[in-house]
Each structure stands twice: as structure tokens, then as C-alpha cells.
């Protein structure tokens, strides 16, 4: 029997569970349609877990008194899809998220056992919300972060709400009529759902991994240089 697709979510809010999260509002509206195709979906609201700062597997190890992370990793192993979800605060994506892609990349010293980054194969987005201009910025700093530590980034993978120019609602305020700011915005719920779609077709395409040629860190420390040739410098 194939074993069902899995996501993690990521909740950077800095609400600690069990304060309201616009955040967890976004990620409702993604992980929905993706819990309707049979994947299993997990959500980590990561400022409820002592994640150490660092970029070190295990933090405990350098000092620290304490850490989640490796706990959290292991859950990170199992995932197929890995989503960053953030506010935005002062423009940018939060602390806490921030934490959270220093762990993640923590890890990219690890191979598969293609000798592959160990992240090959897992397919990553993000969602970003707020109530000011921000969104594409934090994406793009969010979805360059994931592939570069190895994960595949598919076509229109981020998602997210930031209203009108200037402050204004934020996505699950209720407004006069109402109505929820973004919860109800067409434009919104178009690329949470094309973002949705896209995360699991990936998912689903790279369940055989990605192939070796030219990309196995084993073979190049055994010389093995696919094709690249080395300049004789004299």
C-alpha cells in the first residue's frame, strides 16, 4: 500500500497557543484542501516549542539548555511538503520563522542515501500574511532559503494576504458587513488553492526522488565530476 502524502506546516505567528492566529487562519485554508486529496497534515506553532537559536542539529551540544529542534526534525523527516507560514512584521518574515530556516538549514550538511542533500525530494511553499506590504519580499527571502538547502520549490508557491496599502485588516478580522477581510477575497483563495494544488502534484511526482547524475556529494568527494572539468592552473 503506498503511504499517503505528508505535510508540516510551520506557524511563525508570536501568538503562543492558544491565542488567535491569522497565520493558523491561512494555513487552515491551504492544509484544507490538501487533507481533502488524503494528505496528512501536521501544523507546529513554533513559538510554543523552546527551538534554540543556532545552526547546529542539536543545540544542547553547543551550550544550550535546552532544545526542541531534533524532536522537531524528525517530524520534518517524515514530511513530504514543508510550508513556512509567517506575519509579516516591519516588512519582513517573523523572528520565529527566521529560527525556523536556520534549523532547517542546520540540517543541509545531511545526505540521503543517494548521497543527496537530505532535503531531496521534499517540496516546500510558504504563506505570508499581514496588514501591510511585504508579501513578496518575505516569499522570495522564504522560498530561496528552501531551495537552497535542497527542497523543490514548484510554480506559484506562495500564497498569502496583506489587504490595501497601508495598515488595514488583517485576514480573519470580521469587517461591517460581516464579512473576513481576506478569508472571503477571491484573489486570495485562487492562489491558496493553485499554491495548494501545485505543492501536492509536486509531491507526488518526486515520491521516486530526484536522479543522482550529477548531483551525489559522495561521488564528487570520490572525484567524480560529472562532466565539469578542472582547469590546469601552472
Known amino acids: 500500500m503506498t503511504e499517503p502524502i505528508r505535510a508540516i506546516y510551520f506557524n511563525g505567528t508570536l501568538t503562543p497557543s492558544p491565542g488567535e492566529s491569522h ?10 484542501i ?7 497534515v501536521e501544523v507546529v506553532r513554533a513559538v510554543d516549542h523552546a527551538i534554540a537559536p543556532g545552526v547546529q542539529p542539536d543545540m544542547t551540544e553547543h551550550g544550550a539548555s535546552e532544545d ?4 522537531l526534525w524528525q517530524r520534518v523527516l517524515a514530511a513530504d511538503i514543508v510550508v513556512l507560514a509567517t506575519p509579516i512584521w516591519l516588512g519582513d518574515a517573523s523572528s520565529v520563522t527566521r529560527r525556523v530556516v536556520e534549523r532547517l538549514y542546520s540540517e543541509s550538511g545531511e545526505l540521503n542515501e543517494q548521497g543527496q542533500s537530505i532535503f531531496y525530494g521534499k517540496v516546500g511553499g510558504c504563506l505570508v ?3 501591510e506590504d511585504g508579501m513578496k519580499h518575505v516569499a522570495r527571502e522564504l522560498l530561496y532559503s528552501l531551495q537552497h538547502i535542497g527542497m523543490t520549490i514548484p510554480p506559484q508557491a506562495d500564497a498569502g494576504w496583506v489587504g490595501e496599502a497601508g495598515p488595514g485588516p488583517s485576514y480573519g478580522d470580521e ?10 477575497n477571491d484573489f486570495t483563495k485562487r492562489n491558496i488553492t493553485i499554491m495548494a494544488w501545485n505543492l501536492l ?4 511526482q518526486l515520491r521516486g526522488g530526484i536522479p543522482t547524475e550529477g548531483n551525489d556529494r ?4 570520490r572525484g567524480e565530476r560529472f562532466g565539469f572539468q578542472n582547469p590546469e592552473y601552472r
Open 129 to 131: 500574511g499581514g496588514n
Open 175 to 184: 469587517l461591517d458587513d460581516g464579512s473576513h477581510a481576506g478569508a472571503e
Open 218 to 221: 559522495n561521488a564528487w568527494e
Open 68 to 71: 526542541a529542534w531534533p524532536a
Open 23 to 32: 497565520t493558523d487562519l491561512l494555513i487552515e485554508a491551504s492544509a484544507d
Open 34 to 40: 490538501l487533507r481533502q486529496q488524503g494528505v496528512e
Open 201 to 204: 502534484h509536486l509531491a507526488r
